[in-house]
């Protein structure tokens, strides 16, 4: 949808526009797509970050997260918990020990902890809500023994992606 | 998407399932259907309510509002800040002295005390997620001294539903 006045916005210039609409493509006004990490910090293949609403008064965070055809986020766990909301595509998701398929409208809670990872379908894209607590801890990555236990399971043994020469 | 089996869920019976599938029509497995508000408190027309996620650690709670073809929401304000986005349909909303066309994947920011009211379309419904903090203050409903000020934009005069014999 189009607004194309976005000036008179009653909480003034730093406020966000009351609307910004998405342009087409999972893109927003005003949203810079940003990378998803800092390439080289942990293993992750194609995936694009956008933060929708980050106002402090909302005690969290809303971002959107997509993961083109054949990529995936990062294998990692944390305390704080994440609410996702799948919005584009489909794919696969990790948590904890099981893998999921999800499509879009489809919600994925991960628990405190969990090992969780989203891998995007071959031919479509993966793209989710994902909410957070605005307070929260860094990612954890899986040390060898995590690895290990992780791939005794072997759906999961064939479902995660690591970067290293194990992958399935 | 269809998940069966929702039992070995790492967080335990207390948790929400990992996945809860959108099962058709924006309704979710797990999920109950909600009223609004009580009827009679408040004044609204044809609008549902579903809390997709509250878990405490996230600090704020995400809803699905659905607004029927021709339906509203109340017209109201508060402290606390709404986040939205449109996931079904097409509207229009006001927030502050404006009004605005809104459609799937737009994003609505509401500041404090900015009175704001969603309307469906006459025949599309309008669905959005809505963002709070899990701590907030009560909507307030406006005083005649408040829709008098509200009616001297006409297309707010034009907008408003207020359960009375002004409505446009």
């Given at each position: 949808m189009s607004n194309d006045d976005h000036a008179s916005s009653p909480a003034g210039a730093q406020a966000p526009a009351a609307v910004r609409a998405e342009s087409g493509d999972c893109r927003w006004r005003d949203v810079p797509l940003m990378a998803y990490k800092d390439e080289g910090s942990a293993?992750?293949?194609?995936?694009?970050?956008?933060?929708?609403?980050?106002?402090?008064?909302?005690?969290?965070?809303?971002?959107?997260?997509?993961?083109?055809?054949?990529?995936?986020?990062?294998?990692?766990?944390?305390?704080h918990v994440h609410a996702?909301?799948?919005?584009?595509?489909?794919?696969?998701?990790?948590?904890?020990?099981?893998?999921?398929a999800v499509a879009e409208r489809d919600l994925v809670a991960v628990p405190p902890l969990a090992w969780h990872q989203f891998r995007a379908d071959a031919h479509a894209p993966l793209g989710f809500l994902c909410l957070v607590n605005q307070e929260r801890d860094r990612p954890q990555l899986p040390a060898a023994d995590d690895l290990a236990a992780l791939r005794r399971v072997a759906e999961v043994a064939a479902f995660i992606r690591t970067g290293d020469d194990n992958d399935a």
């Open positions: 293993p992750f293949r194609d995936v694009s970050r956008q933060v929708l609403f980050d106002d402090t008064r909302l005690g969290c965070e809303l971002r959107y997260f997509e993961v083109a055809p054949g990529g995936h986020s990062t294998l990692e766990r944390h305390e996702v909301m799948i919005l584009r595509g489909a794919g696969r998701c990790l948590v904890g020990d099981r893998v999921y």
